[in-house]
Every structure is written in C-alpha cells, then in structure tokens.
Nanobody
Framework: QLQLVESGGGLVQPGGSLRLSCAAS????????IGWFRQAPGKEREGVSC????????NYADSVKGRFTISRDNAKNTVYLQMNSLIPEDTAIYYC????????????????????????WGQGTQVTVSS
C-alpha cells in the first residue's frame, strides 16, 4: 500500500521551531517531487514548499521564505520541513504530497503549487503556534 505519513507537528510558542517529517511506505520518494501544503481553519489548502526529485531544486511560498527549509534524505525515504521563527499565522494542518516529476517538477521550479497534480497525500499533522 502506497502511503505518506507526516509527523513532527505540535504546539510551539511564537518564534519557536519545529521539524516536520514526511515518510513514505510502499514506494520510493526519490522518484517524486514532494510538496508541503497547509490548511488553516476556514481557508483553502495552500502550497508552502516543494523539492525536486533530485533535491537540487527547492522553492517556497513568499509567506515562509527565509524561515522554512525543505530537504530530503532519499536513503531514509523521508522529506523534511524545518520551520523556524514560527508565527501564529503558520497555524494549520500540514500535509506532504508526492507528484510525478513529469507533471509537477516544472511547477515547482516556477514556485507554483497545483494540488490536483500531486498523486499521493499524507493524513496531515497539526501545527499550532500560540503563546
């Protein structure tokens, strides 16, 4: 069974840090572009960051640029999202998704996030930034 599982969410104070993990089972992540998305209550799911299958290309939404870092460890079949300088507006459920490079790599290069083009999704992990 092909599955993505996110972990690492939690409650953190403003200015704090969290590292989210996205682990795959049933398939190898190094064949896929990985995107991180988030959905806050009452809002649409939005793209946060993406990383190419090789890891050479990364991109970020303007709202997180300079604070979040995406990386991948293909040996561990895991992608990470390091989140620093967290603010209350970062509160959301965070999802990772895997997409075929043929469809989503160009979008990642252009810093575009099209949810429908990603094939596999995790169940999400809650991140709450609050004092």
């Amino acid at each position: 069974q092909l599955q993505l599982v996110e972990s690492g969410g939690g409650l953190v104070q403003p200015g704090g840090s969290l590292r989210l993990s996205c682990a795959a089972s049933g398939f190898t992540l190094d064949n896929y572009v990985i995107g991180w998305f988030r959905q806050a209550p009452g809002k649409e799911r939005e793209g946060v960051s993406c990383i190419s299958s090789s890891g050479l290309v990364t991109n970020y939404a303007d709202s997180v640029k300079g604070r979040f870092t995406i990386s991948r460890d293909n040996a561990k079949n895991t992608v990470y999202l390091q989140m620093n300088s967290l603010i209350p507006e970062d509160t959301a459920i965070y999802y990772c998704a895997a997409g075929s490079p043929l469809r989503v790599q160009a979008m990642c290069v252009m810093n575009q996030f099209q949810r429908a083009e990603y094939d596999y999704w995790g169940q999400g992990t809650q991140v709450t930034v609050s004092s």
